[in-house]
């Protein structure tokens, strides 16, 4: 996925059109462009780790069936110390925007 990212900043840089806005780094660039599912790994240490990656708005909930166990997906945001809104936002609402639902 960052090969791709890096790719993006590439091209999206020649092609035609009103000039794009230049980010001041691909840290930056990812923030901004990039969406983050914690599937499959459902510690708090990953979750804080997605937090201090992207913003809250870019991570979307997944489990990675049937690869990995599901036991643990719903208690893993349960437990997690955000606040409720917050858990919405990753359980359902960040998707919802994403995919246009």
């Known amino acids: 996925m960052v090969g791709s990212v890096v790719g993006c900043w590439h091209v999206r840089g020649g092609l035609a059109g009103p000039p794009l806005q230049r980010m001041t780094s ?21 979750l804080r780790f997605c937090l201090e ?8 909930f997944a489990v990675d069936y049937p690869f990995a166990s599901n036991d643990g997906a719903v208690a893993f945001l349960d437990e997690a110390d955000l606040p409720e809104q917050s858990k ?5 609402e960040n998707a919802e925007l994403l995919l246009r639902l």
């Open 88 to 92: 919405r936002m990753i359980a359902h």
């Open 26 to 46: 691909r840290t930056e660039y990812f923030r901004e462009n990039v969406y983050i599912a914690p599937s499959g790994l459902f510690g708090q240490a990953q």
């Open 53 to 60: 990656t992207v913003p809250l708005e870019r991570i979307v």
